[in-house]
């Protein structure tokens, strides 16, 4: 069964820093770009990240770009979200997705609350 | 960026009528590679993250009842639930996967009438 686990959310102050982790199964994971999207409490649905199957391409919603670092660990088949000088704005519930197999696949997400 | 527009934000349906909701993108999301849509459609219920129900603008996910259906293609999709029933109440989104960043609609919630 493809699966994507999510994990690593928490409170944290703002300033602070997380480390997201998103663990697949189920696929060839080496093979897929990865994706991290999140939802902010009662808003819609927004790209934070993506990474390319090497990890060699990363790209960045403006709004994180120079405070989130995506990667990835292929021998692990784990995808990473460094996450550093949080904000209150970056409350959210994170889920990583792959959209390169037959069928789009998302994880159920990791809430971030960033509050003091 | 892609831009994905959502329409109508809300929509109040009777039990067992049917709920349209469209989305259009302000630019193709048809492959010419694999003549494929890239488009998919959510659902979404307080508390619970976005449940896939329909891919590559028509492909029903597995389970999802066969009351949900897609259609569309290019710029122009559809999202139809035949019959509303009561555990359809929820929001619906429409997202773009043709390229990065990804993107989505604005979100159109359905309630019962």
């Known amino acids: 069964e493809v699966q994507l686990v999510e994990s690593g959310g928490g409170l944290v102050q703002p300033g602070g820093s997380l480390r997201l982790s998103c663990a697949a199964s189920g696929f060839t994971f080496s093979s897929y770009g990865m994706h991290w999207v999140r939802q902010a409490p009662g808003k819609g649905l927004v790209w934070v990240s993506h990474?390319?199957?090497?990890?060699?391409?990363?790209k960045y919603a403006d709004s994180v770009r120079g405070r989130f670092t995506i990667s990835r660990d292929n021998a692990k088949s784990t995808l990473y979200l460094q996450m550093d000088s949080l904000r209150a704005e970056d409350t959210a519930l994170y889920c990583c997705?792959?959209?390169?197999?037959?069928?789009?696949?998302w994880g159920q997400g990791t809430l971030v609350t960033v509050s003091s | 960026d892609i831009v994905m527009t959502q329409s109508p934000d809300s929509l109040a349906v009777s039990l067992g009528e049917r709920a349209t909701i469209n989305c259009k993108s302000s630019?193709?999301?048809?492959?010419?590679?694999?003549?494929?849509?890239?488009l998919a459609w959510y659902q979404q219920k307080p508390g619970q993250p976005p449940k896939l129900l329909i891919y590559w603008a028509s492909t029903r996910e597995s389970g999802v009842p066969d009351r949900f259906s897609g259609s569309g293609s290019g710029t122009d999709f559809t999202l139809t639930i035949s019959s509303l029933q009561a555990e359809d109440v929820a929001v619906y989104y429409c997202?773009?996967?043709?390229?990065?960043?990804?993107?989505f609609g604005g979100g159109t919630k359905v309630e019962i009438k």
């Open positions: 997705a792959t959209f390169g197999m037959a069928t789009p696949t």
């Open positions: 630019q193709s999301v048809l492959s010419n590679s694999n003549n494929k849509n890239y």
């Open positions: 997202q773009q996967y043709y390229n990065t960043p990804l993107t």
């Open positions: 990474i390319i199957s090497d990890g060699s391409r990363t």
